[in-house]
């Protein structure tokens, strides 16, 4: 089966960089997408990495690497508000059928 | 406006009962979804749906019926709800994706279910 498998909570300290990794058990993949859900919020868009490689949006990147089955969202510069729970997920390509890895808390210290 | 919403947010019911949640998209997207989220573990694909007559089995469609009665509206049913049951459930959309561009879902804003 499809997994995709992620640390539960991070912990960084407020203007420093964070690495939140993502390696997955699956075949036959579109590629690799990023989700930012708040608290009591519904997950919004990060980012998708469809080929290897560095992604930047901002002060957001992703990384993927088909060949290691990894991935990773690196947050800079960061800010309290980026508290938050990240998913990864896939879609696959044989059914369509979209994964998400449990989630990744970061939490943010002052 | 809200380009995804769900009715109802919040909804308590008992063991048995049938419950239905309504998902529409002002988005113009063909793809919906229903997802269900449980505390650590994630999103999980209860079923998915690419037009209206093109319905999928997710990952966890057990106990769950859809209906796609619109290309804008995707509801999910509970034909007798059970406590394991109680989580926030999500509708999202999406374009058609081929394997080029961003694969983007849109999420509406949950709606919490309690089965006692």
């Known amino acids: 089966g499809q997994s995709l498998e992620q640390p539960s909570e991070v912990t960084a300290v407020e203007g420093a960089i964070v690495q939140i990794n993502c390696t997955y058990q699956?075949?036959?993949?579109?590629?690799l997408s990023w989700y930012q859900q708040h608290d009591g919020g519904a997950p919004t868009f990060l980012s998708y990495?469809?080929?290897?490689g560095l992604e930047e949006t901002g002060r957001f990147s992703s990384f993927l690497s088909r060949s290691d089955s990894y991935g990773y969202l690196l947050l800079q510069e960061l800010q309290m508000k980026d508290s938050a729970s990240y998913f990864c997920a896939v879609r696959g390509a044989r059914d369509d059928k979209i994964i998400f890895g449990k989630g990744t808390r970061l939490h943010i210290l002052p | 406006d809200a380009d995804v919403t769900q009715t109802p947010r919040n909804r308590i019911t008992k063991t048995g009962k049938r419950i239905m949640l309504e998902c529409s998209q002002t988005k113009g997207h063909d793809r919906m979804y229903w997802y269900r989220q449980d505390p650590g573990l994630g999103l999980r694909l209860i079923y998915y749906?690419?037009?209206?007559?093109?319905?999928n089995k997710g990952e966890i469609s057990d106990g769950y019926s859809v209906s796609r009665q619109a290309q804008a509206k995707f509801s999910l049913s509970l034909e007798s709800a059970i406590p394991n049951q109680t989580a926030l459930y999500f509708c999202?959309?999406?374009?058609?994706?081929?394997?080029?561009?961003?694969?983007?879902?849109?999420f509406g804003p949950g709606t919490r279910l309690t089965v006692l």
């Open positions: 749906s690419f037009d209206v007559k093109d319905i």
């Open positions: 699956t075949s036959g993949f579109y590629g």
């Open positions: 999202a959309t999406s374009k058609p994706f081929s394997g080029r561009g961003t694969d983007t879902q849109y």
């Open positions: 990495n469809a080929l290897d």
